[in-house]
C-alpha cells in the first residue's frame, strides 16, 4: 500500500500494544465465572476508589457538553497540599505519568539526544525516547544484589549529549527503592533532567520519598499519579512536580485539554478525602505484605522485596514464565508475565496486591500448581 511509505521508519519497529485479556475472554476460555477471576496483574487497587467521587459524579454530568478547565487551580491547589510543593511546579497530564513523559520528550528531544535508562524497569521511557528520535544508553539494576541500581552504569554513560535520565523508586516490576544519596550523586554530576518515577511512593516507607528534590535542584522532575493508592487509572490523571521554568515550557506544547472534566472532580474529591486515602495505603500495605510473606513460603520460586504494591517473582520449578502464567490463568489468577522487560535474565513473573479474600484464594491456588 501507498501509505506504508510514508510512515515513519521508526514507527515500522515498534508493535502494536497487545492488552492482557479481560475477565469476560479468560472465563470464556476456560469455562470460569468471571466475577469470581482475581485480577493481580496491573498493579491496580482493588479498593477502588473514593466512595465520595460515586457521589459527586452525576453533578458533573450536566457540564459535560463544555471543554474543561486547561488549568484547574482548585486541583493544583489540593496538589499542593498534598505535596506540600508549590502549586506553580505543578503540572498535571490528562493520559496518567506517559503524557507528563511525552510532554517532556517534546521539549527536550531532538535527534540524537541521549536518554539513560536502567533496565528492567517501565517501558514507556524507551517507546516515548525512540519515538522522538532519542538514543537509548541503557544503565542497570543488578539483579544478583536485588535489583540495587548500578549508580556507575549510569554515571558512565553521561555525556554532553545525555537529555534525560530515568530513575524509578520503587522501580517496576523489580519493587525496590534506589538510594537517596544514589540519586543525589547522579543529580549532582550532570545537568541533564533527572526523572523521579514515584507512581508507586505512597506504599513505601516515608523517608524514600524524595519528592522535595523537584524543587531543592533545578535539573529534576518528579512524576506521580493518581492511578495506584487512589484508585482512579482507568481516569488517567499524572502529574510532575518540577522547577517553574520546565513546568512553563512544558505547558506550552501539552495538549490543551487532555484532563477531562471528570478527571479533574474526581483528582479534587480523592485528594480531599483523606480518610479513604489513609485505609487505601495502609490496606495496600498490610495486602503486599500478606502475599510477599504468603509467596516466601514456597521453595520453588524467589520472591523479591518490594517498596510498592506488587512483588517480583522468579519461577524455579522448571516452568516458563509464560507456562506459569497459563497455569494460574486456567486457575482464574491473573498475573503479569514479565518476558517484555528487556534486562531481566530467567523467568520472572510480577504479582500484585488483591483484596485479602483474593489474596488468600490465590495463595491456594497457587500451592496446587507448585504441587
Not at 293 to 311: A, R
Amino acid at each position: 500500500m501507498i501509505i506504508d511509505n510514508k510512515i515513519r521508519n521508526i514507527v515500522k519497529e515498534f508493535k502494536a500494544y497487545i492488552p492482557g485479556k479481560s475477565k469476560e475472554e479468560i472465563a470464556k476460555k476456560y469455562d470460569l465465572n468471571a466475577d469470581e477471576i482475581i485480577k493481580l496483574g496491573s498493579n491496580e487497587n482493588p479498593w477502588g476508589c473514593s466512595p465520595k467521587i460515586r457521589e459527586i459524579l452525576l453533578d458533573e454530568v450536566k457540564y459535560l457538553h463544555q471543554y474543561p478547565e486547561p488549568v484547574n487551580e482548585k486541583l493544583l491547589e489540593e496538589l499542593s497540599k498534598f505535596t506540600n510543593m508549590p502549586k506553580e511546579n505543578i503540572i498535571v497530564g490528562g493520559d496518567g505519568a506517559d503524557e507528563i513523559i511525552d510532554t517532556l520528550m517534546r521539549i527536550l528531544i531532538d535527534k540524537g539526544d541521549e536518554v539513560i535508562i536502567p533496565i528492567p524497569t517501565f517501558t514507556q521511557y524507551r517507546i516515548s525516547a525512540k519515538i522522538y528520535g532519542a538514543t537509548i544508553k541503557y544503565a542497570k539494576y543488578d539483579q544478583e544484589k536485588d535489583f540495587k541500581l548500578d549508580v556507575n552504569s549510569i554515571l558512565d554513560n553521561i555525556t554532553e549529549k545525555t537529555k534525560i535520565i530515568f530513575l524509578c523508586t520503587p522501580n517496576n516490576p523489580t519493587g525496590n527503592i534506589i538510594n537517596k544519596k544514589d540519586i543525589e550523586k547522579i543529580i549532582t554530576s550532570t545537568d541533564a533532567l533527572v526523572v523521579i518515577d514515584h507512581a508507586y511512593i505512597e506504599y513505601s516507607k516515608k523517608q524514600y520519598d524524595l519528592t522535595e528534590f523537584a524543587t531543592k535542584y533545578n535539573n529534576v522532575l518528579v512524576l506521580r499519579t493518581f492511578s495506584k493508592v487512589f484508585g482512579l487509572a482507568g481516569q488517567r490523571i499524572g502529574y510532575g512536580i518540577t522547577n517553574k521554568k520546565i513546568v512553563d515550557y512544558m505547558m506550552r506544547v501539552k495538549p490543551i485539554f487532555s484532563l477531562t472534566r471528570l478527571s479533574q472532580i474526581c483528582a479534587i474529591t480523592a485528594l480531599q478525602d483523606k480518610e479513604f486515602f489513609e485505609k487505601s495505603k495502609n490496606d495496600g500495605i498490610k495486602s503486599i505484605n500478606m502475599i510477599y510473606e504468603g509467596l516466601k513460603q514456597f521453595n520453588q520460586i524467589k520472591v523479591y522485596p518490594t517498596e510498592g504494591n506488587y512483588v517480583l517473582v522468579e519461577v524455579k520449578n522448571g516452568m516458563t514464565s509464560s507456562k506459569f502464567t497459563e497455569e494460574l490463568l486456567k486457575k482464574g489468577v491473573i498475573i503479569r508475565d514479565c518476558k517484555s522487560f528487556e534486562g531481566l535474565n530467567g523467568e520472572f513473573v510480577r504479582v500484585a496486591i488483591g483484596t485479602f479474600e483474593e489474596n488468600k484464594r490465590f495463595l491456594e491456588i497457587l500451592k496446587e500448581i507448585i504441587n
